[in-house]
Structures are given as structure tokens and as C-alpha cells.
Nanobody, 127 residues
Framework: QVHLVESGGGLVQAGGSLRLSCAVS?????????MGWFRQAPGKEREFVAA????????YYVDSVKGRFAISRDNAKNTVYLQMNNLKPEDTAVYYC???????????????????WGQGTHITVSS
């Protein structure tokens, strides 16, 4: 079973930066997977933030984080990263790492297509 563990969350001032890490385990290879980051702010539904295809490295972002966030992965370390720059108070949320087997282009941003989830890491951006 695929297991994901997020780390790197915490409290940061607006305009600051954080890097989240997601350690992925449980398979020999994650070929054909997409790895995604989602977030859930207080009182809101969980939403897509960013994703990357494991093999090809294609990236996808929600409009609100384009130019500020960057997703990457280190296949040798089985780790996915989310570099978050110029953080804003509205970025405050619990951030979840997720994995989607057999990814298709149409499903890359679709929450319910991700089969495996981490427990989340809290990001608080103060003003």
C-alpha cells in the first residue's frame, strides 16, 4: 500500500517561504502516478494546489499559486516537494500530499481520483 508522509509545515509570516516534503513509499516504482498537493482551509472544502507526473515531470497548478509555488520530485529519493514562496494569509490551510495511480490528463486536478493520502501538515501564514 502506498504511504505518504508530509513534513515542513509551520508558521510563517506573509511574504515568506516554506518547502513541504512528501516521502512516498510502498511500491517499487511510481511510474504512471501523479503526485499532488491539496489544501483545506478552515471552513472550506479540500482543493487542488499542484501536481506532478512521476515519470515525465509535467506540472500543474491552481491559478492562485502560479508563480509562487513550485512542485518537484526526486524519483531516487521517492520524495515530492512543494516550494512555497511569497506566502499569503489565504494560503493558510492543512496541506495534503496525495498519489494518483494511472493518471490521465483529465484527472490530474481531480481530488477523488487520488487514491492515497498523507495525514496533512499545517501551514499558517500570518499577516
Amino acid at each position: 500500500q502506498v504511504h505518504l508522509v508530509e513534513s515542513g509545515g509551520g508558521l510563517v509570516q506573509a511574504g515568506g517561504s516554506l518547502r513541504l516534503s512528501c516521502a512516498v513509499s510502498g511500491r517499487r516504482t511510481f511510474a504512471n502516478y501523479a503526485m499532488g498537493w491539496f489544501r483545506q482551509a478552515p471552513g472550506k472544502e479540500r482543493e487542488f494546489v499542484a501536481a506532478i507526473t512521476w515519470t515525465t515531470g509535467n506540472t500543474y497548478y491552481v491559478d492562485s499559486v502560479k508563480g509562487r509555488f513550485a512542485i518537484s520530485r526526486d524519483n531516487a529519493k521517492n520524495t515530492v516537494y512543494l516550494q512555497m514562496n511569497n506566502l499569503k494569509p489565504e494560503d493558510t490551510a492543512v496541506y495534503y500530499c496525495a498519489a494518483q495511480p494511472s493518471v490521465a490528463r483529465w484527472s490530474i486536478t481531480t481530488l477523488n481520483k487520488y487514491a492515497y493520502w498523507g495525514q496533512g501538515t499545517h501551514i499558517t501564514v500570518s499577516s
